[in-house]
């Protein structure tokens, strides 16, 4: 993979190259670790939509999500479609840790990423993460070399305009 550049929107059309890092500056919690707003579940409701509508119409995917969130709902809800799933975030809930299909690790990011076997699964998933981590490129890099040839990197990163809901 080539080098990944990271460029800014501001929504008039033009962008800017990110010379420093969008990290945010919040005490590190898991996404949903002290439950989710009504519009944080529309956009759980709607991120899901998508990304199954992007995944393989396989049932033994191998699926990494990356800010995998406290419950981490998204992979969860992939269960039919798994033959195994790994969720990464600072928090995972106790309850999480016994279900067969699934491993978490319970750690940041960049910590887990170079523990994780190359072309190992056939998905990651990146949903509303990427603006928070302090090396977005080295996660999109780490990202494609844990995916199998012909693997898929989802990706969402929310609009600023997404932003006067809350």
Known sequence: ?????????DGSG??????????????HESYGQHGLTPVDRLGV????RAIHRHLPSRNDLEVLELGCGY??????????????????????SPELQTLEKFTFHQATIEETLPKLESESVD???LISVL????????????????????GLLLVNVPTWSGKQLN
């Open 131 to 150: 603006e928070h981590l302090a090396e977005p490129q080295f996660v999109i890099q780490s990202a494609w070399r844990l995916l199998r040839h012909s």
């Open 45 to 48: 409701w709607l991120s899901k």
């Open 123 to 125: 998905v990651v998933m």
């Open 1 to 9: 993979m080539p080098n990944v550049r990271l460029y800014a929107a």
């Open 14 to 27: 033009k962008t800017r190259y990110l010379k420093v890092p969008a990290v945010s500056l919040r005490a």
């Open 71 to 92: 419950r981490a709902t998204q992979l969860i809800a992939l269960e039919p479609k798994l033959k195994r799933g790994i969720g990464v975030d600072f928090q995972i």
